[in-house]
């Protein structure tokens, strides 16, 4: 399974991360030094974001220099400080004619119940991520901002799934390059390729209980009967690619990976959930943007698959590796 998930590294691109096993927290970063035309779209219900306006067709800035996913909630965003600090060190950034400003979208992820709730990735989290990035190096599962990734929370952590980070990507005729990588905590089932729950809530009567199935048993009274945990979800997905794409364009892409996130969760997009596609382009080979926002989305779905398939057991928390 590993083995078709492997993806094609793109000129511009590298991936690092930083890693916490023991509190059970981490960040990714993706580097693009020279620049890449950036977009998102966000769907969820309680998202956690730094600099995704900026990723608007009507605003200023049309590339991005890196794009940090991080757990810790709202903590967690500080790491993006660390990317900032190494990108100006480097020389990257938006020149303003007084100073090149690194340009670094973040979301977050939350991961504080499980591991230590007061140890978050921060700036020099997000500076050793850096450090750690290649284009080669494939690392997935309980790694980065999916260290402490978790799926299934409607009877709470004690019926929950372990998540992680996952990878998938290809390459087209053409020399169409397309990548993506998911941080899945989803609040919801994760589906196999046949629909069926690949991870998800646990039964207490054993198996999987289903969150859909959950939701047909409520009284329909306005209050439903939630375990802990259940507001602290996100799946975050980036596409990646090397097509030649306008801003405008880009951000289709990234709309169009949310259907990613509907083929292989359910429920998806959630009150309960922060969840953010983003997608990049080094804009180097002809392309259609519909396309790849097309190939994208298949991709983000094998990702996040990819991801609870290689998640290893933590703690009271089973994982499927």
Same mark, same amino acid.
């Given at each position: 399974?590993?083995?078709?998930?492997?993806?094609?590294?793109?000129?511009?691109?590298?991936?690092?991360?930083?890693?916490?096993?023991?509190?059970?927290?981490?960040?990714?970063?993706?580097?693009?030094?020279?620049?890449?035309?950036?977009?998102?779209?966000?769907?969820?219900?309680?998202?956690?974001?730094?600099?995704?306006?900026?990723?608007?067709?009507?605003?200023?800035?049309?590339?991005?220099?890196?794009?940090?996913?991080?757990?810790?909630?709202?903590?967690?965003?500080?790491?993006?400080?660390?990317?900032?600090?190494?990108?100006?060190?480097?020389?990257?950034?938006?020149?303003?004619?007084?100073?090149?400003?690194?340009?670094?979208?973040?979301?977050?992820?939350?991961?504080?119940?499980?591991?230590?709730?007061?140890?978050?990735?921060?700036?020099?989290?997000?500076?050793?991520?850096? #450090? +750690?990035?290649?284009?080669?190096?494939?690392?997935? @599962?309980? !790694? =980065?901002?999916?260290?402490?990734?978790?799926?299934?929370? *409607?009877?709470?952590?004690?019926?929950?799934?372990?998540?992680?980070?996952?990878?998938?990507?290809?390459?087209?005729?053409?020399?169409l390059v397309v990548n993506a990588l998911a941080v899945v905590n989803a609040f919801g089932d994760i589906l196999d390729e046949n629909g069926e729950i690949l991870a998800g809530v646990r039964s207490p009567q054993g198996g999987f209980l289903g969150t859909i199935n959950f939701f047909r048993t409520q009284v329909f009274d306005g209050k439903v009967k939630f375990g802990r945990g259940v507001g602290e979800s996100t799946t975050l997905g980036v596409i990646m690619s090397n097509a030649k794409m306008t801003k405008e364009e880009v951000n289709k892409v990234a709309q169009m990976g949310q259907d990613g996130l509907a083929r292989a969760i359910n429920p998806?997009?959630?009150?309960?959930?922060?969840?953010?596609?983003?997608? #990049? +382009?080094?804009?180097?080979?002809?392309?259609?943007? @519909?396309? !790849? =926002?097309?190939?994208?989305?298949?991709?983000?779905?094998? *990702?996040?698959?990819?991801?609870?398939?290689?998640?290893?057991?933590?703690?009271?928390?089973?994982?499927?590796?």
């Open positions: 399974m590993s083995e078709e998930r492997k993806i094609t590294p793109i000129k511009g691109i590298t991936i690092g991360h930083y890693t916490d096993l023991e509190a059970l927290t981490g960040c990714t970063v993706i580097l693009c030094l020279e620049g890449a035309v950036a977009g998102v779209d966000v769907r969820g219900g309680a998202p956690g974001t730094r600099e995704t306006d900026l990723l608007r067709p009507m605003n200023l800035v049309n590339q991005v220099n890196a794009i940090l996913l991080a757990g810790g909630s709202a903590f967690g965003l500080a790491a993006a400080d660390g990317v900032v600090k190494f990108l100006e060190e480097k020389g990257y950034g938006f020149e303003t004619g007084v100073a090149k400003v690194p340009i670094v979208p973040a979301a977050i992820v939350f991961d504080l119940a499980i591991g230590s709730s007061t140890v978050r990735p921060g700036a020099e989290a997000g500076y050793k991520a850096c #450090l +750690s990035a290649s284009s080669e190096r494939q690392e997935e @599962g309980n !790694v =980065g901002a999916g260290t402490g990734a978790t799926v299934g929370k *409607a009877l709470g952590w004690q019926w929950a799934m372990k998540g992680g980070l996952g990878l998938a990507g290809s390459t087209f005729p053409g020399g998806v997009h959630t009150m309960f959930d922060g969840d953010i596609v983003f997608a #990049l +382009s080094t804009c180097e080979v002809e392309a259609h943007f @519909g396309i !790849v =926002g097309v190939l994208g989305a298949e991709l983000i779905a094998q *990702a996040i698959r990819g991801a609870v398939r290689l998640a290893k057991t933590v703690g009271d928390i089973p994982g499927l590796a």
